[in-house]
């Protein structure tokens, strides 16, 4: 058994010195590397020939009117994190989220690899409360990075190290988010919601950050902040008169 786990853990280190873009990069630190290596996308994903030729351009994530000259479609730019979320025609039933060069850094001014990073430990973290307590009701997309080519002409002093890659979770209009959360949830749904909420993950703008997919399940989507303690009144006006009866009952 030794054996095998030492053949894995060698073979584990192998794979990621020899990871694209990775080794030698002068924007990513041996202390960064250790960070952001147990969220890389693996090297034989099925996205990662397209993902070579799509970022193979200098200056790849420089603004906005770079990712679109990429092919990217702008989906959003996110007010409080600059984040961009776009999707590409080489990739579908994927979401990207990208930092830009030129503007670089996320909430409370950190920089966007961080923020990054952090979505993917919270959506792993989540993953893991919803496998643990039999969830049935609330998804979390897979998440990971991929390392941006670096070149010696890339403008600026900062420069974005990483993308995120994460599934398209195929969520429906605001407005069936909303009547779902008014009209099809049940307390079956809300004890769930409670376990994901009380565990510090998640979010309380239901229609916003949980919305309703085409499965019928609902998405965890805003998993960028930290753990923390939420207001469980806010749920209230998204709920229905009888639900938010029960949801007192539970949360408060």
């Known amino acids: 058994m030794k054996y095998w786990i030492f053949i894995f853990l060698v073979g584990h280190f192998r794979i990621f010195c020899d990871y694209p873009n990775l080794d030698n990069n002068p924007f990513i630190t041996a202390d960064m590397q250790k960070i952001i290596t147990p969220h890389l996308l693996p090297v034989d994903h099925t996205t990662m020939p397209a ?3 799509i970022f ?19 989906l959003s730019i996110r007010k409080k994190s600059a984040v961009v979320v776009a999707r590409h025609s080489q990739l579908p039933g994927f979401i990207f989220k990208i930092y830009r ?8 001014n950190e920089l966007g690899w961080e923020s990054l990073v952090r979505r993917c430990v ?15 009701y609330f998804k979390v997309p897979d998440k990971w990075l991929y390392v941006l080519p670096f070149t010696s002409d890339t403008p600026g ?11 398209d979770m195929e969520i429906v209009t605001n407005e069936e988010t ?14 769930e919601l409670y376990i994901v909420l009380k565990s510090g993950y998640g979010s309380t703008f239901l229609t916003g950050n949980i919305p309703l997919t085409k499965s019928g399940t609902f998405a965890l989507l805003d998993l960028e902040k930290p753990k923390r303690k939420f ?7 998204y709920l229905s008169k009888n639900m938010r009866h029960y949801w007192r009952s539970i949360a408060y």
């Open 157 to 167: 002093t900062l420069h974005q190290p990483v993308i995120l890659l994460a599934t």
């Open 122 to 136: 919270n959506a792993k973290k989540v993953k893991d409360i919803i496998k643990k307590q039999g969830l049935i």
């Open 178 to 191: 909303k009547l779902a959360w008014k009209s099809r949830v049940s307390p079956r749904h809300l004890n």
């Open 231 to 237: 207001n469980m009144k806010e749920i209230e006006p």
């Open 56 to 74: 193979s351009q200098p200056n790849a994530v420089h603004d906005e009117e770079s990712l679109k000259a990429l092919g990217f479609s702008i």
């Open 51 to 53: 993902l070579h030729e």
């Open 101 to 108: 060069d030129s503007d670089p850094r996320g909430r409370h």
